[in-house]
């Protein structure tokens, strides 16, 4: 089975809906697992099974002095993509619906590494679920708290999801640079791909321009109304 599982991810990526997944869903809808759901609330939970989009971060325990872009403490080395509907439904059905591949009151001996963290995301509220391995287990991000799983019988599902995740992943940058209202950090025009080579020229450059881009800005548009506030 999960060998049949890791093939099914395996074509999803490649963008191919293998008839056999289908027909091994099951006919009553799985349901969310009560011990995850009571760790994480209702809020949390609400996001991961209703969510309307899923962000793929490649992430790494921060190092000492890291001065780039983090996410939960983490530091982001790479925007990895959006999840499909196709895979979304794998990845909450095997992991947050499926009793087989999560060990409840049981502790590994092994280091948490993190790989990749899935942003769950439902209107302006989100959860983040930090996926590790070869440690393999589950960080469930929200509100400020942390709750972790052991996601060992796992395994097979999470490296065929990371491994592919990792290999396909591009550099990330901050999406308020680019004035995207959608998490994902990458350039996707001409222009903001000048923008993100304009910053990465020496800083005084930087904060030079950026301040004479601010002089004339405060002569026209709305940054010369009168508001009366």
Known sequence: MKRLLQTTIFFILCGIVPALAQENTPKEPPVFLEEISSAIGPSATENIVNSEQIFCYQITNKP???????????????????????????????????????????????????KIMLRFVRGVDFTDVLISSPCHALAIFYGGKINTFNAKPAAPIID??????????????????????????????????????????????????????????????????????
């Open 64 to 114: 000492e002095n890291y001065t780039g872009y983090t996410l939960d403490g983490m530091a982001i080395v790479g925007f990895c993509g959006v999840i499909n509907n196709e895979l979304k439904d794998v990845i909450k059905s095997e992991l947050f619906m499926n009793p087989n591949n999560i060990l409840f009151d049981v502790s590994e001996e092994c280091v948490i590494r993190p």
């Open 160 to 229: 065929a999801l990371v491994d592919p995740f990792i290999k396909g992943k591009v550099d990330f940058a901050s999406p308020a640079l680019f004035n995207q209202l959608l998490p994902i950090g990458i350039a996707q025009t001409e222009e903001q791909k000048k923008l993100l080579n304009k910053k990465n020229e020496p800083i005084r450059n930087w904060v030079k321009e950026q301040q004479q881009d601010d002089q004339q800005n405060k002569k026209s548009g709305w940054n010369n109304l009168n508001l009366k506030i």
